[in-house]
Each structure stands twice: as structure tokens, then as C-alpha cells.
């Protein structure tokens, strides 16, 4: 099996063994910290990084309160999910380049990591967003530097400057920056050599070129490939030139990019666009939703929290417990309905319960069931703490009051109370398994 296949599946099961276990212990915590960290182990952060980042999920999980309303499995996934975004910051980049001035990017990165395809890639790009861009080649290492730029961009009216003749690469930036800004450039992007000698005259040239020409950003392309290596490359490139923001490149293969978690910590630069295959057109803007999903090998978190408290209402022993003891109260079962409600429409979470043989519900009944839930929610305030622990007690007179004070039909009260001795008498009979219990639940007859 490919390993990087089994980083997802790790994750997976970490957080599935977590979600079924029964309470939520130390235990169960430091399990699921380590499945985390074998998981992220796999995909090339750095261990320094893993044990940091285990710590803070560590105390979070046991100093901050559960807020109401979730659980403190919700809200330890949620901690997961919040650390390793904040690795990498919140929000998708924006691009806030100024069109009125002159903006230059230096582009620096070892051989091979796509510089030259991600500077004739930007260049598009921003072309598109109406920005003026020209691009400089000051990579007078690679043979045919220039004429892979030039062909890269070829008809697609973007100046490319490039001295072929010329050693020196400051003299090409430099006079490159000159030319293309009296072209009315807003946007220079050059690219730079990836190799040189060695590796302390390639960061020479980068120190130097820096000094001259005095970029407004420097990026760090990175292949996502890498693993392990990334957080030192970006360290040495760092430090020659202070990177300002990273570009991670075929993101399109099989890499997970963890290694890009390492640079971002190297650098405290942030990922702008990621490289998503060979062409022109393949390159985005960084999600780090999107990102963390695929480092976890979970393609979309929104998904995940959605399945976590999913997952929830299945395992929840403790509250099926109450179920078939009989303590199932009208407060209970009114709370389920919320509870379910709160994860969006009903239908939606309905068809992703793994329920076999469910009956086509027609949307009517959905929307039946959500306008009841109002209905029913404001029943229950009506009622005393009396009546809402032993309904029985609730005869004709009192369904009146209950009936006047919260504005519904003495027949919503009936009904009301006749859902909730069906839905407890159909508890009582359930002794195994839990999912048989919303299908019959929907399955009942509904309002009339
Ligand atoms: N699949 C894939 N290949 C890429 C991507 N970016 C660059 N490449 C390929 O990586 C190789 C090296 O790219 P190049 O731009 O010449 O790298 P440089 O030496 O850093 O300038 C080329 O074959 C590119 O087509 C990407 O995002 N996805
Ligand atoms: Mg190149």
C-alpha cells in the first residue's frame, strides 16, 4: 500500500477509535494526541513541530470548559483542527497588490522545485486578475532559462526579459526591472537560479540580488514532494533573504505537503497559491482549510465536524442508556430533535445516516417535522418542570392552559405527548441497535 494512502487512513482511525470509545478520559485523549502524531509523523512535519503542537492540543483539551451546547469530543476535534490551522494561518490569501505601483517579486527556490513554471504561472495569473506583469529570467546557471520562460508565457502578451549572453545575474535583474517598469509593468516577477556551484554561493547571489534590487516580496517555491527536507531549505533560504511568503508545488501528485508545515514555521512566511499540475492554468490560491483536510487525508473539514457530530448521535451510549431504561424524558426527546436540527436540514442529515432500506421521505415531511419542532419547542415551555418530567400527568384541562400558553391547537399538545409515548414505548423495544432508531422514528406517522 502506498504509505502516503495510509497517512489518511492513520487519521481516520485515530479519530473513528476516539469517537466510539465511551467517555473522555486521559486516556482516550493521549490516544488520539499520538494517533495524530503518527499520522502527521508519516506525512513530514517536523518532530520538533508535532511535539509542540501535541502539547497545546494536550492543554487545551484538559484546562479550556466545553462551551454548551457541543460535547468535549466535538470540541477536542475541534482543537485538532484549530491548531493545525493556526500553523498556517485562517483564511485563504488575498491578493492586495496595488495596481498603481510598481510591485516586484523575487522568486527563489532550489532546482527543480518549479520556480520557473510557478513565475510563468503567477505572471498569468495576475495578468488575469488585470494586473501589468513582466517577468525577468536571472538564472544564468540553467541552460535555457530564458527560452523555457519565454515559451512557458508564449502568446500570452507578457513581457519576458532575459539577457542570455549575460553571467551576471544582478546586471539582468537589474537592468530587467529597469526595462520592464518603462513598459509600464505593475507587477516584475523574476526568477532566479535554483543551483549554483554551491549552496553558499546560491544564497550569495540570492543576498545580493536582494540587495540591489530590493524585491517587495521574495517567495520560496517549494516542491510539496520533499517531506522532511522543506523546513531546512527554507531555513537556509531564509536566512540568506528574509522570505515573505511560499508557493508549494505539485500538490497535484501524491505529496501531502506536510513538509510545507515545517517551512511556514522555518519562515513564519505565509503559503499564498499552491501548484496543482504542469500547466499554465494550474495553480490556486492556499486554502488552509482545504490544506489541513488533505494533510489529515480528510478532503473537507466542514465534512468532518458535520460527521463528528453525526458520529455523536450514533455513539451517544450515554444518552441511548437513558433510552432503553425508560428515563427517556419529553425534554429528551425534544432535545434530540434540536440536536439534530442544529447539523442543517434534516433531510440532509437523514441521507447521511448510515441507514439501510430508509423509505423515500418527501420533503413535505421534512418540512412538517422542523415546523413541529418550533411547535413542539414552544409547547415545552409552557409546561412546568412537573409536567415535563411525568407527561402522564398532563390531563385534558392542563393540554388547554399548555395549549393557551404557547399559542398552538389543543390537538399540537395531543400530539406532542402521542409522538413521545410512541417514540418511548418503540425505545423500550429497541435492546441492540441504536441505528435502527431514527428510521422508525420517520417512519411514524406525522401530523395528523
Ligand atoms: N505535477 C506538477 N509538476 C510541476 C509543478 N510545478 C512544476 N512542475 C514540474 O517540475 C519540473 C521542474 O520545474 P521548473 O519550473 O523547471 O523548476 P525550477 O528548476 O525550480 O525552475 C518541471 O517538469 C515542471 O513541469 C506542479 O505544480 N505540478
Ligand atoms: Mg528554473
Given at each position: 500500500?502506498?504509505?502516503?494512502?495510509?497517512?489518511?487512513?492513520?487519521?481516520?482511525?485515530?479519530?473513528?477509535?476516539?469517537?466510539?470509545?465511551?467517555?473522555?478520559?486521559?486516556?482516550?485523549?493521549?490516544?488520539?494526541?499520538?494517533?495524530?502524531?503518527?499520522?502527521?509523523?508519516?506525512?513530514?512535519?517536523?518532530?520538533?513541530?508535532?511535539?509542540?503542537?501535541?502539547?497545546?492540543?494536550?492543554?487545551?483539551?484538559?484546562?479550556?470548559?466545553?462551551?454548551?451546547?457541543?460535547?468535549?469530543?466535538?470540541?477536542?476535534?475541534?482543537?485538532?483542527?484549530?491548531?493545525?490551522?493556526?500553523?498556517?494561518?485562517?483564511?485563504?490569501?488575498?491578493?492586495?497588490?496595488?495596481?498603481?505601483?510598481?510591485?516586484?517579486?523575487?522568486?527563489?527556490?532550489?532546482?527543480?522545485?518549479?520556480?520557473?513554471?510557478?513565475?510563468?504561472?503567477?505572471?498569468?495569473?495576475?495578468?488575469?486578475?488585470?494586473?501589468?506583469?513582466?517577468?525577468?529570467?536571472?538564472?544564468?546557471?540553467?541552460?535555457?532559462?530564458?527560452?523555457?520562460?519565454?515559451?512557458?508565457?508564449?502568446?500570452?502578451?507578457?513581457?519576458?526579459?532575459?539577457?542570455?549572453?549575460?553571467?551576471?545575474?544582478?546586471?539582468?535583474?537589474?537592468?530587467?526591472?529597469?526595462?520592464?517598469?518603462?513598459?509600464?509593468?505593475?507587477?516584475?516577477?523574476?526568477?532566479?537560479?535554483?543551483?549554483?556551484?554551491?549552496?553558499?554561493?546560491?544564497?550569495?547571489?540570492?543576498?545580493?540580488?536582494?540587495?540591489?534590487?530590493?524585491?517587495?516580496?521574495?517567495?520560496?517555491?517549494?516542491?510539496?514532494?520533499?517531506?522532511?527536507?522543506?523546513?531546512?531549505?527554507?531555513?537556509?533560504?531564509?536566512?540568506?533573504?528574509?522570505?515573505?511568503?511560499?508557493?508549494?508545488?505539485?500538490?497535484?501528485?501524491?505529496?501531502?505537503?506536510?513538509?510545507?508545515?515545517?517551512?511556514?514555521?522555518?519562515?513564519?512566511?505565509?503559503?499564498?497559491?499552491?501548484?496543482?499540475?504542469?500547466?499554465?492554468?494550474?495553480?490556486?490560491?492556499?486554502?488552509?482549510?482545504?490544506?489541513?483536510?488533505?494533510?489529515?487525508?480528510?478532503?473537507?473539514?466542514?465534512?468532518?465536524?458535520?460527521?463528528?457530530?453525526?458520529?455523536?448521535?450514533?455513539?451517544?451510549?450515554?444518552?441511548?442508556?437513558?433510552?432503553?431504561?425508560?428515563?427517556?424524558?419529553?425534554?429528551?426527546?425534544?432535545?434530540?430533535?434540536?440536536?439534530?436540527?442544529?447539523?442543517?436540514?434534516l433531510k440532509k442529515i437523514i441521507s447521511k445516516l448510515p441507514l439501510p432500506g430508509l423509505p423515500n421521505i418527501p420533503d413535505e415531511e421534512f418540512e412538517k417535522v422542523e415546523t413541529q419542532i418550533e411547535k413542539w419547542s414552544a409547547i415545552l415551555l409552557s409546561m412546568t418542570p412537573e409536567e415535563r418530567k411525568n407527561p402522564h400527568i398532563i390531563d385534558s384541562?392542563?393540554?388547554?392552559?399548555?395549549?393557551?400558553?404557547?399559542?398552538?391547537?389543543?390537538?399540537?399538545?395531543?400530539?406532542?405527548?402521542?409522538?413521545?409515548?410512541?417514540?418511548?414505548?418503540?425505545?423500550?423495544?429497541?435492546?441492540?441497535?441504536?441505528?435502527?432508531?431514527?428510521?422508525?422514528?420517520?417512519?411514524?406517522?406525522?401530523?395528523?
Open positions: 500500500m502506498n504509505p502516503i494512502t495510509s497517512l489518511g487512513e492513520l487519521i481516520k482511525q485515530a479519530i473513528s477509535k476516539f469517537m466510539s470509545a465511551t467517555g473522555v478520559d486521559k486516556n482516550v485523549v493521549e490516544e488520539l494526541i499520538r494517533g495524530i502524531q503518527r499520522a502527521l509523523l508519516v506525512s513530514d512535519v517536523n518532530v520538533e513541530l508535532v511535539m509542540k503542537l501535541s502539547e497545546k492540543i494536550r492543554n487545551r483539551t484538559l484546562t479550556e470548559k466545553v462551551p454548551p451546547g457541543i460535547s468535549k469530543k466535538d470540541q477536542i476535534i475541534k482543537i485538532v483542527y484549530e491548531e493545525l490551522i493556526s500553523l498556517i494561518g485562517e483564511k485563504p490569501y488575498k491578493i492586495t497588490i496595488d495596481k498603481s505601483k510598481q510591485y516586484v517579486i523575487m522568486v527563489v527556490g532550489i532546482q527543480g522545485h518549479g520556480k520557473t513554471t510557478t513565475v510563468a504561472k503567477l505572471a498569468n495569473y495576475l495578468k488575469k486578475l488585470g494586473y501589468s506583469v513582466g517577468v525577468v529570467c536571472a538564472d544564468t546557471f540553467r541552460t535555457g532559462a530564458y527560452e523555457q520562460l519565454r515559451q512557458l508565457l508564449d502568446g500570452k502578451d507578457i513581457p519576458v526579459y532575459g539577457l542570455p549572453e549575460e553571467r551576471d545575474a544582478i546586471t539582468i535583474a537589474t537592468k530587467g526591472v529597469e526595462c520592464l517598469s518603462k513598459q509600464k509593468c505593475n507587477v516584475i516577477i523574476i526568477d532566479t537560479a535554483g543551483r549554483h556551484k554551491d549552496q553558499q554561493s546560491l544564497m550569495q547571489e540570492m543576498k545580493m540580488l536582494e540587495e540591489n534590487i530590493k524585491p517587495n516580496e521574495i517567495m520560496l517555491v517549494l516542491d510539496g514532494t520533499i517531506g522532511q527536507q522543506a523546513g531546512a531549505h527554507a531555513e537556509a533560504f531564509h536566512k540568506a533573504t528574509p522570505i515573505g511568503s511560499i508557493i508549494i508545488t505539485k500538490m497535484d501528485t501524491s505529496a501531502k505537503g506536510g513538509g510545507a508545515l515545517s517551512a511556514v514555521a522555518a519562515t513564519g512566511a505565509q503559503i499564498k497559491f499552491i501548484g496543482t499540475g504542469e500547466k499554465l492554468e494550474d495553480i490556486e490560491v492556499f486554502n488552509p482549510q482545504g490544506f489541513i483536510g488533505r494533510l489529515l487525508g480528510i478532503g473537507d473539514i466542514k465534512g468532518l465536524l458535520e460527521r463528528v457530530k453525526i458520529a455523536e448521535l450514533e455513539f451517544n451510549k450515554e444518552r441511548l442508556k437513558s433510552f432503553t431504561s425508560g428515563k427517556f424524558t419529553l425534554e429528551d426527546f425534544i432535545k434530540q430533535f434540536k440536536e439534530m436540527k442544529k447539523l442543517g436540514p384541562s392542563r393540554i388547554r392552559r399548555i395549549a393557551r400558553g404557547s399559542g398552538v391547537t389543543e390537538k399540537d399538545v395531543k400530539h406532542l405527548l402521542q409522538q413521545y409515548n410512541l417514540l418511548k414505548r418503540m425505545i423500550k423495544s429497541i435492546k441492540r441497535s441504536p441505528l435502527k432508531l431514527p428510521k422508525r422514528m420517520f417512519s411514524a406517522e406525522l401530523g395528523e
